[in-house]
């Protein structure tokens, strides 16, 4: 069984400031790295979250999942084909943040080496970005 309970996080933030405010939120690399997988590479349980690259410790990936759920970035939800598995699913909040992890997407194969889909999709995106985001969107609201 790989779900772990947390108890949810109380977050706190440091101040009014939006960008510390999102920080408080998203602000280390897990995060965003968990919110990447369920965006763009289609993981929704807490086994797929632990076979990523980054390769996440257990107890990182259960805080952190613990505090999206408590900023309402992502639900959790029964698992169609397992009693032992929770079915993890980004909220309208969490696909909100489609257009910062784009716009990281670009700055990073702007100034650094990156994946070869990387780079595709980058073109792709000079080409028609806000067409291409809104596809995006229309398929994130659909799972």
């Not at 257990?58 to 084909?81: C, F, M, Q, W, Y």
């Not at 397992?82 to 990073?108: C, F, M, N, Q, R």
Request: aromatic content about 8%; hydrophobic content about 40%.
């Amino acid at each position: 069984m790989y779900f772990c309970t947390v108890k949810p996080k109380k977050i706190i933030p440091r101040s009014d400031c939006p960008i510390s405010t999102a920080l408080d939120i998203v602000g280390d690399k897990w995060s965003l790295l968990i919110i990447r997988d369920m965006m763009f590479k289609g993981k929704n349980t807490y086994g797929d979250f632990l076979n990523s690259e980054e390769k996440i410790a257990t107890n990182i990936l259960a805080d952190r999942l613990s505090l999206l759920e408590s900023a309402g970035v992502i639900s959790k939800h029964k698992h169609p084909e397992s009693k032992a598995k929770v079915l993890y699913k980004l909220t309208d909040k969490g696909i909100d943040l489609l257009p910062v992890l784009v716009e990281l997407i670009e700055w990073s194969e702007k100034y650094h080496i990156v994946h070869p889909t990387a780079k595709t999709f980058v073109k792709q995106l000079k080409k028609d970005k806000k067409e291409i985001i809104s596809k995006l969107y229309e398929e994130l609201k659909a799972t």
